[in-house]
């Protein structure tokens, strides 16, 4: 097998048009992982930076899933990325687990270091480094932030902004004992409220996230009433499908800052493919752009009208 530590000079150079079999492979694995782009991304880096290797989908089974280091190893990967539904299973499954997947409970991002199965969770950093780049300063002065909903994401997300000091941290979920599960988890610094005071919750908070499915493409559409947050807070949504939501829309018709969910795909996987491939990449406009185009093509000509008319 590869070695995962191996330095670019280790590894032979891919042709630039596609990704080689010769070299480390890593792969995405979840149930089902067809949806996934990240294999886009990191073809993208392989490509961008000369070096073999490839990256592949792997789907596996919630049945299969205790096979999980074998099925690595048998198919000759490096590491990879774990998506849904198996990050618990994989934090469970790890020979060893870094201090964030620790106080998540979680990962999504794998490699083997001298044969023991490692992970750690780079959602939380994903979340961070998309907002450092689309809204510099957007934590210079962190206060009140509310984040909705209660899942696996948001986990991540209460994280990253207990990282960069926000206090306090409403979270705001259709079933309160969730929220309140979150709270017991992560301190005092969190204040679990149901979602019919989300009104109240929201009113001088100079942050809001969406971490649910509401304003994807096939769920509910985002209709909470934003009203009364800091007149220059930050509104973004973990959804990039479409990548404006009717949460962005909402909070940019009263010219709050926002930031779309795509940049947190782009950034989570830096980590990941250093780990493999032994180089750093880096998240560019020309990587975001191709994301863009593989969006829903209506999403993306209705995205582009609106910022002709801007």
């Known amino acids: 097998m590869p070695d995962p530590a191996a330095r670019p ?94 106080d998540l409970g979680a990962a999504n991002t794998l490699w083997f270091e001298a044969g023991r199965l490692c992970a750690t969770n780079t959602d939380g950093y994903g979340f961070l480094a998309n907002l450092d780049d689309r809204v510099p300063g957007w934590a210079a002065a962190p206060g009140k932030a509310v984040v909705l ?8 997300v209460i994280w990253a902004l207990l990282q960069r000091n926000f206090d306090p941290v409403i979270v705001v979920n259709r079933t309160l004992e969730k929220a309140e599960v979150l709270a017991d988890l992560f301190g005092p610094r969190l204040v679990a409220t149901p979602l019919a005071d989300f009104a109240a919750a929201q009113r001088g908070a100079g942050f809001l996230v ?21 007149e220059d807070a930050v509104v973004t949504d973990i959804v990039y499908t479409p990548l404006e ?8 018709s009263r010219c709050l800052r926002t930031a779309d969910g795509l940049g947190m795909l782009l950034h989570q996987a830096v980590p990941g493919f250093e780990k493999w491939f032994g180089r750093r990449p880096e998240v560019t406009a020309r990587l975001r752009q191709i994301l863009v185009d593989d969006l829903d093509p209506k999403t993306v000509e209705e995205t582009q009208n609106r910022e002709t008319r801007a």
């Open 149 to 156: 909903g209660a899942g696996g994401a948001a986990r991540a």
């Open 245 to 252: 939501t009717g949460l962005l829309r909402q909070a940019a």
């Open 210 to 230: 969406n971490t649910t499915s509401l304003g994807m493409h096939g769920a509910s559409e985002f209709d909470l009433p934003l009203g009364g947050m800091e």
């Open 9 to 102: 000079d280790d590894l032979r150079t891919a042709h630039p048009d596609s990704a080689s079999e010769a070299g480390p492979k890593a792969a995405v694995m979840g149930w089902p992982v067809d949806h996934s782009r990240s294999p886009i991304i990191h073809r993208h880096w392989l490509r961008d930076l000369g070096l073999a290797g490839d990256y592949e989908r792997l789907a596996i089974a919630p049945d299969d899933i205790s096979d999980l280091k074998s099925i690595l190893l048998d198919h000759g990967y490096v590491g990879g990325n774990i998506t849904i539904p198996h990050k618990e299973a994989a934090f469970r499954l790890a020979d060893h687990v870094d201090p964030v997947a620790r």
